[in-house]
């Protein structure tokens, strides 16, 4: 069974900065994209940051310059800097994963980390 575990959430004081982290374990051949998406209270879930395999990444406007995902296997790391009380939401962690050559890729979700910007 394939899942994703995300660590590293939390409360931070404005200005300040965290690193989220999503290990990808069990039947696993391929991951094509690595992602995180973050939900607000009341708002739709929204794209923060991707990491395509052997692609470029990208991050939403609104955390460009603020914001830098990496993977490293199958781990995906997202560090966000200068933090401010609109960036708290759950933050999930997706990934697009082949289970063996040739396989449909599925879509699979982490449960999701909360981050808290607060003084």
């Known amino acids: 069974q394939e899942q994703l575990v995300e660590a590293g959430g939390g409360l931070v004081q404005p200005g300040g900065a965290l690193r989220l982290s999503c290990a990808a374990s069990?039947?696993?051949?391929?991951?094509?994209?690595m992602s995180w998406y973050r939900q607000a209270p009341g708002k739709q879930r929204q794209l923060v940051a991707s990491?395509?395999?052997?692609?470029s990444t990208n991050s939403a406007d609104s955390m460009k310059g603020r914001c830098t995902i990496s993977s490293q296997r199958n781990t995906v790391y997202l560090q966000m800097n200068s933090l401010n009380p609109k960036d708290t939401a759950f933050y999930y962690c997706?990934?697009?994963?082949?289970?063996?050559?040739?396989?449909?890729?599925?879509?699979?979700w982490g449960q999701g980390s909360p981050v808290t910007v607060s003084s």
């Open positions: 069990g039947s696993i051949f391929s991951i094509k994209v």
């Open positions: 990491v395509p395999s052997g692609g």
């Open positions: 997706t990934a697009l994963i082949s289970t063996s050559p040739g396989s449909p890729v599925f879509s699979f």
